[in-house]
């Protein structure tokens, strides 16, 4: 694992207020992205901006709808893991 992404990994630990989307906060955090979900806890923080499906608007809909996918990807090709490792 690069340097870069080993601190963006600390950083999620610190700020993510569900250990289960660690992983999440940490490529949001990597790529500079924001996080669409309906977990309103999430927003317990304020280093990623999160959206719920009521905030989320078509100008946002192109880039939020290509970070899904990138995260589908990596959620569920293992890669996930190799992240945290």
């Known amino acids: 694992m ?13 700020i993510s207020p569900d250990p289960n989307d660690i992983d999440f906060f940490a490529l949001a955090l990597k ?3 924001l996080l669409w979900t309906n977990d309103t806890k999430l927003k317990k923080q304020n280093k990623v901006k999160i959206i719920s499906t009521d905030e989320f608007n078509f100008p946002v809909a ?7 996918k ?3 990807r990596f ?8 992240f945290r490792n």
């Open 2 to 14: 690069d340097q870069e992404t080993f601190k963006k990994l600390k950083e999620a630990i610190k």
């Open 31 to 33: 790529t500079n992205s």
């Open 75 to 82: 959620k569920y090709s293992g890669d996930c893991q190799n």
């Open 70 to 72: 990138i995260l589908e």
């Open 62 to 68: 192109k880039s939020n709808f290509i970070l899904l």
